[in-house]
T-cell receptor, first 112, second 110 residues
């Protein structure tokens, strides 16, 4: 039982390049989330998907797009990477009834 | 939307002493309050949670208290050990979208 799996774990991009971060969960959870974590700022929600087929903006959506490919997979895309998007990105999932949110191991993204 | 404030931002305690982290929330409809521990370079992991129909919950050396009237909740760690050193986050929600505090860096001194 892998839980939430993110790929890649590390990535370095040049400004203007595009990139898709992948996330998959095997817990049959309905809701999935993308957060970014920056020093001293906690976890900020980028986008979320309450259920398959739906996506909504979170606190910091600018510069990102998402796709809920199916119930298992939720990807995050940077169309034109900027240095301000250098961060650690976490994917998470949540079952119905307020079950605890499970996080992936994170993707450490550096944009030069 | 929900706004969660967390204090202190850093906390240094002597091994064996207690640590207390406090959070306040703004949305009176919030009914689920988890706490996460994040070790350096690792994912946040749930350590304890509490629902709005409960005032206190304990799990070994960790306890969480909730005051719905005042809209605040706290994490208590007793008999701290070096492995308790980490960043701790509180969160609150009334649906499926968690709002997180900014985190508390706890350092346990040997």
């Amino acid at each position: 039982n892998a839980g939430v799996t993110q790929t890649p774990k590390f990535q370095v991009l040049k400004t203007g390049q595009s990139m898709t971060l992948q996330c998959a969960q095997d817990m049959n959870h309905n809701s999935m989330y993308w957060y970014r974590q920056d020093p001293g700022m906690g976890l900020r929600l980028i986008y979320y998907s309450a259920s398959e087929g739906t996506t909504d903006k979170g606190e910091v959506p600018n510069g990102y797009n998402v796709s809920r490919l199916n119930k298992r997979e939720f990807s995050l895309r940077l169309e034109s990477a900027a240095p301000s998007q250098t961060s650690v990105y976490f994917c998470a999932s949540l079952g119905q009834g307020g079950q605890p949110q499970h996080f992936g191991d994170g993707t450490r993204l550096s944009i030069l | 939307g929900e706004n969660v404030e967390q204090h202190p931002s850093t906390l240094s305690v002597q091994e064996g002493d207690s640590a207390v982290i406090k959070c306040t929330y703004s949305d009176s409809a919030s009914n689920y309050f988890p706490w996460y521990k994040q070790e350096l370079g690792k994912r946040p992991q749930l350590i304890i949670d509490i629902r709005s129909n409960v005032g206190e919950k304990k799990d070994q050396r960790i306890a969480v208290t909730l005051n719905k009237t005042a809209k605040h909740f706290s994490l208590h760690i007793t008999e701290t050990q070096p492995e308790d050193s980490a960043v701790y986050f509180c969160a609150a929600t009334n649906d499926y979208k968690l709002s997180f505090g900014a985190g508390t860096t706890v350092t346990v001194r040997a």
